[in-house]
Nanobody, 126 residues
Framework: EVQLQASGGGLVQAGGSLRLSCTVS????????IAWFRQPPGKEHEGVSC????????FYSDSVKGRFTVSTDNAKNTVFLQMDHLNPEDTGVYYC???????????????????WGQGTQVTVSS
């Protein structure tokens, strides 16, 4: 059974930092692209970042580029999202998702991902 477990969310003041973790089990970690999506209150899911071992690439949305960093600990099957210089627009539920096949130009589309974690709440106060 494939499982993705997201954790690390919380309440932080604007300008602060958080690190999210996504621990993956039940699949061959190196064969999958792992992405972070978020859903702000009342809005649709938004692709935030993605890391792909097969493409040897990382991807970021324009809204987080330069502030967020995605990385992996392959030995622990874990993907991290380091979020710095947070602002209230970063508030939302953050999900990690896995895709066996990812195309660089489609990394931020929800439909490209087969497996999803349960989400972790991030709240940034002004």
């Amino acid at each position: 059974e494939v499982q993705l477990q997201a954790s690390g969310g919380g309440l932080v003041q604007a300008g602060g930092s958080l690190r999210l973790s996504c621990t993956v089990s039940g699949l061959t970690f190196d064969d999958y692209a792992i992405a972070w999506f978020r859903q702000p209150p009342g809005k649709e899911h938004e692709g935030v970042s993605c890391i792909s071992e097969s493409l040897r690439s990382t991807f970021y949305s324009d809204s987080v580029k330069g502030r967020f960093t995605v990385s992996t600990d392959n030995a622990k099957n874990t993907v991290f999202l380091q979020m710095d210089h947070l602002n209230p627009e970063d508030t939302g539920v953050y999900y990690c998702a896995a895709s066996r096949w990812i195309v660089a130009g489609l990394w931020d589309l929800k439909r490209e991902y087969n497996y999803w974690g349960q989400g972790t709440q991030v709240t940034v106060s002004s």
